[in-house]
Structures are given as structure tokens and as C-alpha cells.
């Protein structure tokens, strides 16, 4: 495989990953042009490698830059603005999560912590105690697997990855 089919198959399966991150397959292949970059990327060089509109172009870029994936850098002369990403995989990881975090596990905590205190005695009452109790604990769990991923080094990951598959 040359150089072009094997950068062309990672950004298509970026977005296709993208996907199941939450995150859309433009925005996602967008992110896997500016991983590979060697250089910052115009809007216009964007639009051209994926063959996508400007506005979808603008829109996925902002989007990457809400989320923390995509920079943009002023060069000097220039009146074009340029993008780049961080090539820390780790990091980039962590920004994922945390966005996940923020739209997925936050808002079910909110609510499950809200209903974990409602009145009721029946039956039907307590059954559902039981399962807003058990969601609560479980999406707390995960919320404290994140946290504390999130304040880990890659070191830390790798190592607790290979004792996990030893």
C-alpha cells in the first residue's frame, strides 16, 4: 500500500471511529487530516483533501475547536487562518472522554441524583428506587473510571492495560 491509499484508508476509518465516539464522520476525518499533517492546514486545503463543502469545512473545524482537537494558528502575511491538532494521542483521548463525560455521564448523574430522592412506598415505588439507585451507582462508577483516567499519564494506561490482558 502507497503512501496516499494508506493515508486516505486512516482518515476514512477515523471517521468511520469517529462515529461510535459520538463525534461526526466529517469532523472526525477532519481530525484525521490534521493528525497527519506535517503542517497547519487551511480551510481551503481542508475542503479540497476531503472534498467537502466550506461550510461543512467551517462548521467541523469549529466543532474540533469546541472540543479542544483543533487549533487554529495566524500566520504572519497570511490573511487565511490555519489548523492544527495535537499529535498526543493520550491527550487527545482525554479530550474525547471529557466531552463525553460532559454530554453522556453528567447529565445522567444529574438526573438519576435527582430521582434517587422521590417520595413513594408501593410496590412500584421501590422498584424503581431500585433501578434509579442502581443506575446512580453504576454511572458513578464510570464517572470515577473516567476521572481517574483523566488524571493519569500514558504510563499509568499502558501499564494497567497489559496487566488487565496478561
Do not use: C
Not at 84 to 102: A, G, L, P, V
Not at 109 to 138: A, C, H, P, Y
Request: net charge positive.
Amino acid at each position: 500500500m502507497k503512501y496516499e491509499q494508506a493515508k486516505n484508508k486512516f482518515i476514512q476509518s477515523w471517521g468511520t471511529l469517529g462515529t461510535n465516539w459520538g463525534i461526526n464522520r466529517t469532523m472526525a476525518q477532519i481530525h484525521a487530516l490534521l493528525l497527519v499533517s506535517t503542517k497547519s492546514l487551511s480551510t481551503e486545503e481542508i475542503m479540497h483533501e476531503l472534498k467537502v463543502s466550506r461550510g461543512n469545512a467551517n462548521m467541523n473545524i469549529r466543532a474540533l475547536m469546541d472540543w479542544g482537537l483543533a487549533e487554529k494558528e495566524l500566520k504572519p502575511g497570511q490573511r487565511k487562518e490555519y489548523f492544527f491538532t495535537n499529535k498526543d494521542i493520550h491527550e487527545t483521548s482525554r479530550k474525547i472522554i471529557e466531552n463525553r463525560r460532559k454530554k453522556e455521564i453528567d447529565p445522567v448523574l444529574k438526573i438519576m441524583q435527582e430521582l434517587e430522592g422521590f417520595k413513594g412506598t408501593d410496590k412500584d415505588s421501590k422498584e424503581l428506587r431500585k433501578i434509579v439507585s442502581e443506575i446512580n451507582k453504576l454511572t458513578g462508577v464510570l464517572n470515577k473510571m473516567v476521572s481517574k483516567y483523566m488524571n493519569s499519564d500514558s504510563n499509568w494506561l499502558f501499564k494497567s492495560l497489559v496487566k488487565i490482558m496478561g
